[in-house]
């Protein structure tokens, strides 16, 4: 899809599958916002991206309903509004050892942070514009664990299909990844993290687990085809079938 002098905010852009998505959308002559919480990884993420001209990063924790509104007062009108964001630090644990503040914090990311998205967003998109966010293999195939990181995927994509019913004509999408190799994994598997994702490449149809460019691939056609809307689109390795 061409996304071409296309204006796009990119929520967690500044590390995996966001980053991605930006040095994509960068490459094919966007104008790209990156958001993030952390001035480090901002700074990191705009080095990695060459120090383009076309890409612009702003400080902003989109869980906190007064930064996300003051940034949609500064910023300018837009084409596309992504969300990769996500906080699950602590979440991914046996019910015995699961912390409810770790909880809220992954509910807040994937949760609140898309709605307040959506809510002081829309007004600044096109009328062919998109919102689209990520949601996660672990709403379909839930392992222990995984129950509240299976139950904030779920509620976002519930969330999607209603965003793309209020606000049509706007586009609404989320695009679900199975196992992606990316940072999010030191949470999940700590040292274990090239042991439990070798093992499942073995498992999955396609033979290896997927590349942050993969989900980068499928966030472009979401944002990019104008007939899909209030969809989850499964890029996952053939993951629900195993």
Same mark, same amino acid.
């Given at each position: 899809m061409d996304l071409g002098q296309s204006r796009i905010l990119i929520a967690g852009g500044s590390s995996g599958m966001g980053l991605a998505l930006a040095r994509r959308c960068l490459n094919a002559g966007a104008r790209v916002s990156i958001a993030g919480r952390s001035e480090g990884r901002l700074a990191q993420a705009r080095t990695s991206l060459g120090e383009s001209t076309a890409l612009d990063?702003?400080?902003?924790?989109? #869980?906190? +309903?007064?930064? $996300?509104?003051?940034?949609? +007062?500064?910023i300018g009108p837009l084409d596309h509004i992504v969300s990769t964001a996500a906080d699950i630090e602590g979440a991914y644990e046996l019910l015995p050892s699961l912390d409810l503040k770790a909880v809220q914090k992954a509910v807040e990311s994937k949760v609140y942070g898309p709605l307040l998205l959506a809510k002081h967003g829309a007004g600044k998109l096109a009328p062919t514009g998109s919102l689209t966010f990520v949601s996660g293999i672990a709403a379909y195939r839930p392992l222990p664990r995984g129950a509240a990181v299976a139950a904030v995927n779920a509620a976002l994509e519930g969330l999607v299909k209603a965003?793309?019913? +209020?606000?049509?004509?706007?586009?609404?999408?989320? $695009?679900?990844?199975? %196992? $992606?190799?990316?940072?999010? %994994?030191?949470? $999940?598997?700590?040292?274990?993290?090239? +042991? #439990?994702l070798g093992a499942m490449a073995r498992k999955l149809p396609v033979g290896r687990v997927g590349r942050p460019e993969d989900i980068a691939d499928a966030l472009a056609f979401v944002m990019g085809n104008g007939f899909t809307t209030g969809s989850v689109l499964h890029v996952e390795g053939g993951h629900r079938l195993v």
């Amino acid at each position: 899809m061409d996304l071409g002098q296309s204006r796009i905010l990119i929520a967690g852009g500044s590390s995996g599958m966001g980053l991605a998505l930006a040095r994509r959308c960068l490459n094919a002559g966007a104008r790209v916002s990156i958001a993030g919480r952390s001035e480090g990884r901002l700074a990191q993420a705009r080095t990695s991206l060459g120090e383009s001209t076309a890409l612009d990063t702003i400080a902003v924790d989109i #869980t906190q +309903e007064r930064q $996300v509104a003051s940034l949609f +007062e500064r910023i300018g009108p837009l084409d596309h509004i992504v969300s990769t964001a996500a906080d699950i630090e602590g979440a991914y644990e046996l019910l015995p050892s699961l912390d409810l503040k770790a909880v809220q914090k992954a509910v807040e990311s994937k949760v609140y942070g898309p709605l307040l998205l959506a809510k002081h967003g829309a007004g600044k998109l096109a009328p062919t514009g998109s919102l689209t966010f990520v949601s996660g293999i672990a709403a379909y195939r839930p392992l222990p664990r995984g129950a509240a990181v299976a139950a904030v995927n779920a509620a976002l994509e519930g969330l999607v299909k209603a965003l793309a019913v +209020e606000l049509a004509p706007l586009r609404v999408n989320a $695009v679900s990844p199975g %196992w $992606v190799d990316t940072p999010i %994994w030191a949470f $999940v598997a700590g040292d274990r993290k090239d +042991e #439990t994702l070798g093992a499942m490449a073995r498992k999955l149809p396609v033979g290896r687990v997927g590349r942050p460019e993969d989900i980068a691939d499928a966030l472009a056609f979401v944002m990019g085809n104008g007939f899909t809307t209030g969809s989850v689109l499964h890029v996952e390795g053939g993951h629900r079938l195993v």
